[in-house]
T-cell receptor
Framework: GAVVSQHPSRVICKSGTSVKIECRSL??????MFWYRQFPKQSLMLMAT?????????EQGVEKDKFLINHASLTLSTLTVTSAHPEDSSFYIC???????????FGPGTRLTVL | SQELEQSPQSLIVQEGKNLTINCTSS?????LYWYKQKYGEGLIFLMM?????EEKSHEKITAKLDEKKQQSSLHITASQPSHAGIYLC????????????FGTGTRLQVTL
């Protein structure tokens, strides 16, 4: 099956700093990638849809100026958490949709801890 | 209200036993995805169902989507410790396989 990678897998940062998370589709092209957030013992919540070459679409309640998304190529999307605060601590997971059969493949996730 | 409900929330079965996890939607779906997640890790794609009455199998896991496309079940035959994890169903409500709405998950433990 298709492989999606995320980097870093784990990051700890100080409050007020910005953190960038990368999501890559390794063996297929993805015009659309998705960013999810998962709090402990909860399900995944979609944050935004990342479209290659255009602006991301954010879900209601997600601040676009705080969670910057860039989808610069067909294999890479980045999520930047700006001015991170402890409440932003969470597990961030990206997914990429394979064009041919509409299957979504997920990355291994990035655990963000903001001190 | 929860639009996509999974049951049971957690399940403990003895190795070798069969089990079924259900996913019910309040609305008709265009597609239903099943994933497996180990705690703190990403999701592993299991199966995607799009047609009413569709059934797919992979190794010891079988997933079905009802004719009305509102309910899906995931059945594991002769469970093994490697089946342990969190099973999530994801619903495609738009027909574009874009936004997925996830259920709350079912935590499966397999005892020896």
């Amino acid at each position: 099956g298709a492989v999606v990678s995320q980097h870093p897998s784990r990051v700890i940062c100080k409050s007020g700093t910005s953190v960038k998370i990368e999501c890559r589709s390794l063996d297929f092209q993805a015009t659309t990638m998705f960013w999810y957030r998962q709090f402990p013992k909860q399900s995944l919540m979609l944050m935004a849809t990342s479209n290659e070459g255009s602006k991301a679409t954010y879900e209601q309640g997600v601040e676009k100026d705080k969670f910057l998304i860039n989808h610069a190529s067909l294999t890479l999307s980045t999520l930047t958490v700006t001015s991170a605060h402890p409440e932003d601590s969470s597990f961030y997971i990206c997914s990429a949709r394979e064009i041919q059969n509409n299957e979504q493949f997920f990355g291994p996730g990035t655990r963000l801890t903001v001190l | 209200s929860q639009e996509l409900e999974q049951s049971p929330q957690s399940l403990i079965v003895q190795e070798g036993k069969n089990l079924t996890i259900n996913c019910t939607s309040s609305k008709t779906l265009y597609g239903l995805y099943w994933y497996k997640q180990k705690y703190g890790e990403g999701l592993i794609f299991l199966m995607m169902l799009q047609k009413g009455g569709e059934e797919k199998s992979h190794e010891k896991i079988t997933a079905k989507l009802d004719e009305k496309k509102q309910q899906s079940s995931l059945h594991i035959t002769a469970s093994q410790p490697s089946h342990a994890g969190i099973y999530l169903c994801g619903a495609d409500r738009t027909g574009t396989a874009s936004k997925l709405t996830f259920g709350t998950g079912t935590r499966l433990q397999v005892t020896l």
